[in-house]
């Protein structure tokens, strides 16, 4: 459903519960930077009325999922930690040349966040059906449908604001690429890491 190329070797949940600590922290920065595009796209493209009435409430839910995952740290005796380098985003956000026409920006942030989605998506699956520790799981699981909302949000935005063609063939190309960033990441307690 995800359309991804390369999927998550699962024992990667292997490497997060050895620091559930980190997964959440770095989860918590996430939400927190889903919340950031949501808002910089509504300053950015202000015209598209529908993308700025979605991206409104996408901020409301992404600040909220930010409160959850914290409110999971606070209730493990842990406190929110320091931001981390995110490689697989900044990786990712080489793919597209800079500049171009205002649509063909648009189109190019509306293929990442949909691609940062998918991604997030498919590990909160991972999680849920392979993290021993219960609670977490279902967690999990319910954040997993969220993501994949947003997924085909984002995608749909693109495909509406572009030449539907042309943004198939880049989404295609975007996600060849990011199975190669993939193939080097998978080896640390991060969402995308």
């Known amino acids: 459903m995800l359309g991804l190329k390369l999927p998550t070797d699962p024992r990667w949940v292997n490497i997060v519960e050895k620091n559930i600590e980190e997964i959440?922290?770095?989860h918590a920065f996430c939400e927190q930077k889903a919340t950031s595009t949501a808002i910089s796209l509504i300053v950015s493209f202000p015209e598209y009325t529908e993308l700025v009435q979605e991206m409104t409430a996408l901020v409301k839910e992404e600040i909220s999922h930010f409160k959850m995952v914290h409110d999971k740290i606070i209730a493990r005796g842990w406190t929110l930690g320091r931001d981390r380098r995110d490689d697989y985003v900044i990786e990712l956000m080489k793919f597209f040349p800079k500049g171009g026409s205002r649509t063909n920006q648009l189109v190019h942030r509306l293929l990442y966040a949909a691609l940062i989605e998918a991604r997030s998506?498919?590990?909160f699956r991972l999680l849920?059906?392979?993290?021993e520790?219960?609670?977490?799981?279902?967690?999990?699981?319910?954040?997993?449908?969220?993501?994949?909302?947003?997924?085909?949000?984002?995608?749909?935005?693109?495909?509406q604001y572009g030449n539907k063609k042309e943004v198939d063939t880049k989404w295609?190309?975007?996600?060849?690429?990011?199975?190669?960033?993939?193939s080097k990441l998978g080896t640390s307690e991060a969402i995308h890491g």
């Open 128 to 131: 849920s059906e392979e993290l």
């Open 24 to 26: 959440l922290t770095d």
């Open 133 to 159: 520790d219960k609670e977490l799981a279902d967690f999990y699981r319910k954040l997993m449908v969220s993501e994949a909302n947003h997924y085909t949000m984002f995608l749909g935005f693109a495909r």
């Open 172 to 182: 295609q190309q975007l996600l060849e690429y990011e199975a190669k960033i993939m």
């Open 121 to 123: 998506c498919e590990r």
